[in-house]
């Protein structure tokens, strides 16, 4: 039988933050990647394949981040998950190294090898 139920979470730790992630499904991963492409067009061959996976990164997290906690403002003020906080998020390259790790690539190798 077929149950529809809710997918897994999965919850990455990086500098202390913890960042609350719902699995994504097939259509955020055609969107991301769509995203991703669009995001590169017109980009030297040398430079699409880590801007691609930098727009596929910000593109699953803009859609599979449900929640965060230990992220803030300058002041120290928690802040929510928005767009802007997201990207200022990946900008640092342990958070991205993590996100890319744990989200993005094991997406992408499962691709690689069903369609080897």
């Not at 997201?86 to 069903?114: G, H, M, N």
Request: proline share 7%; with cysteine; aromatic share 6%.
């Amino acid at each position: 039988m077929l149950t529809l139920s809710r997918p897994q979470k999965l919850t990455i730790t990086v500098r202390g933050a913890l960042l609350h992630f719902r699995a994504p499904s097939p259509a955020d991963i055609l969107i991301s990647r769509s995203a991703a492409d669009g995001f590169v067009k017109g980009v030297p061959d040398g430079e699409k394949t880590s801007i691609w996976r930098a727009a596929v990164a910000e593109a699953l997290m803009g859609r599979c981040l449900e929640s965060w906690e230990g992220i803030g403002d300058a002041e120290g003020n928690p802040i929510p998950p928005t767009r802007d906080a997201i990207c200022a998020l990946l900008s640092f390259a342990d958070v991205f190294d993590a996100v890319e790790k744990q989200i993005v690539l094991p997406i992408f190798t499962r691709y690689a090898e069903k369609n080897g």
